[in-house]
């Protein structure tokens, strides 16, 4: 995957979490993405994860496009500075556009709402909607418990084996990237998507 003029969504929490390494991460996430030339997509907020990501991007001269449903504007408070800000009717409609608008997709920590994005382009992965990369940033073993989920619904044969590999759980930021860079959707699935 070719990086610089591409656009990634990136699903994260609107809280910064208890931790500080997790601003530090959305930070250095959204650095890593301005550095590379590439759009940032997400949730339109100036708060938590969210806001830590667009700041850190902005701030070396990158294209960030926020995507905001009304209902949240006030509750996520939406970030007044970024390249494009587009607010949505619902959040239907909010993932459809954060979607449609993305190359890739990458994670980081958050709760319900990141879960929920997250586990809706891989599931649209599955069912051949689309052959996009699919990252978790699982620093510190964050989203360990969903990798470990995954393999349990392979062992009890609520997937294929080959699942397994449509979200790639990367350590940080560096890992995530490289793995990007270096993304070419397998043959299988470029064949199905060719079908239609």
Known sequence: MNLRGSSLAVYCGSSPGHDPVFLALATALGAALALEGVTVVYGGASVGLMGGVADAALALGGRVVGVLPESLRARELAHDRLSELHITDDMHAR??????????????????????????????????????????????????????????????????????????????VSDAVEYLQGYVPPLDERAKFAKG
């Open 95 to 172: 993932k459809l556009m954060m979607a449609t608008l993305a190359d890739g997709f990458v994670a980081l920590p958050g709760g319900y709402g990141t879960w929920e994005e997250l586990l809706e382009v891989a599931t649209w992965r599955q069912i051949g909607l689309h052959t996009k990369p699919v990252v978790v940033i699982n620093h510190g073993g964050y989203y360990d418990p969903m990798r470990a989920q995954i393999d349990r619904a392979v062992e009890a044969g609520f997937m294929r084996p080959a699942l397994r590999g449509f979200i790639h759980f990367a350590e940080g």
